[in-house]
């Protein structure tokens, strides 16, 4: 039987019932919606997105949704504090389109770190984590340097394994953990130095979606055609999309490059 929005409304529905939730169904813009009844938080959900899913990955796909309604919620109607949980706070790298605020319209706690790409906070949860706003910092008395200190303490703390493949003479290195701070971890200025004193060539780096780190080694000009055409399909494939440019790393900086046609970077 050929799966529509609205049968999807309905399981979703009977998936997710509960008396302290509210829900309803936008006919023009196809989506269903779900929220506490005493605050009005909720999240939309793009029904024929889902439907797609669910076309490619049968029953599996309505399961994770669920997973990640119901932890959405939980984690909405919890109040959260800083204090005390200093070890559970991470950086996380979004690109610059990324919003500065929540959907209740506090301001995220944010700072610039490349051309393409910003730093945010975030307290892990566990199974998810919240972004920390401007409130959250208030209510502790804290400054925005301390998240910062924090955080980057935090992710130096994390193991940097690192899975590797050489492509026609040039080297590439996967961080690839899973543990929602992949990307974050070129943050860590022990780290890139690391990679670079071990370069044999020009060490690139790319961060094309939350959960993948890419260092690589380049020793000759067909390695920055291949670690684009990498970087492009990380990025096309990730489920929350950084940049699709890459990084030289050289003087403890990151400067994004361009591909050209040649195979040669031109520093942007």
């Known amino acids: 039987m050929k799966m529509t929005s609205l049968k999807m409304k309905k399981i979703l529905q009977e998936r997710l019932s509960d008396e302290a939730y509210k829900t309803s169904y936008n006919r023009d813009k196809d989506t269903f919606r779900i929220e506490w009844k005493d605050t009005g938080q909720g999240m939309t959900i793009t029904l024929p997105n889902v439907v797609s899913k669910y076309n490619a990955r049968g029953e599996a796909a309505i399961d994770d949704l669920e997973e990640h309604v119901s932890e959405a919620l939980r984690i909405m109607h919890e109040?959260?504090?800083?204090?005390?949980?200093?070890?559970?706070?991470?950086?996380?790298?979004?690109?610059?389109?990324?919003?500065?605020?929540?959907?209740?319209?506090?301001?995220?706690?944010?700072?610039?770190?490349?051309?393409?790409?910003?730093?945010?906070?975030?307290?892990?949860?566990?199974?998810?984590?919240?972004?920390?706003?401007?409130?959250?910092?208030?209510?502790?008395?804290?400054?925005?340097?301390?998240?910062?200190?924090?955080?980057?303490?935090?992710?130096?703390?994390?193991?940097?394994?690192?899975?590797?493949?050489?492509?026609?003479?040039?080297?590439?290195?996967?961080?690839?953990?899973?543990?929602?701070?992949?990307?974050?971890?070129?943050?860590?200025?022990?780290?890139?130095?690391?990679?670079?004193?071990?370069?044999?060539?020009?060490?690139?780096?790319?961060?094309?979606?939350?959960?993948?780190?890419?260092?690589?080694?380049i020793q000759n000009k067909a390695g920055y055609d291949i670690l684009a055409q990498m970087t492009m399909k990380f990025f096309a494939e990730g489920r929350i999309p950084i940049t699709s440019l890459s990084f030289i790393y050289e003087n403890k900086t990151l400067e994004p490059v361009f591909i050209m046609a040649k195979n040669h970077p031109e520093k942007k």
């Open 79 to 217: 109040d959260h504090h800083l204090s005390g949980m200093e070890k559970k706070i991470f950086p996380v790298i979004r690109a610059t389109s990324f919003t500065t605020e929540t959907n209740s319209g506090q301001k995220l706690i944010h700072k610039d770190h490349t051309a393409e790409t910003r730093i945010y906070y975030a307290l892990d949860l566990g199974k998810s984590y919240q972004l920390i706003d401007e409130t959250m910092l208030e209510e502790e008395g804290w400054t925005q340097e301390r998240i910062d200190e924090i955080a980057t303490f935090n992710i130096r703390s994390l193991d940097n394994d690192y899975k590797q493949d050489t492509v026609a003479d040039n080297d590439f290195y996967f961080v690839a953990t899973q543990d929602g701070y992949d990307a974050s971890r070129i943050l860590n200025e022990a780290f890139l130095e690391e990679m670079l004193a071990n370069a044999k060539g020009e060490l690139a780096v790319a961060v094309p979606h939350q959960d993948v780190l890419i260092f690589a080694d």
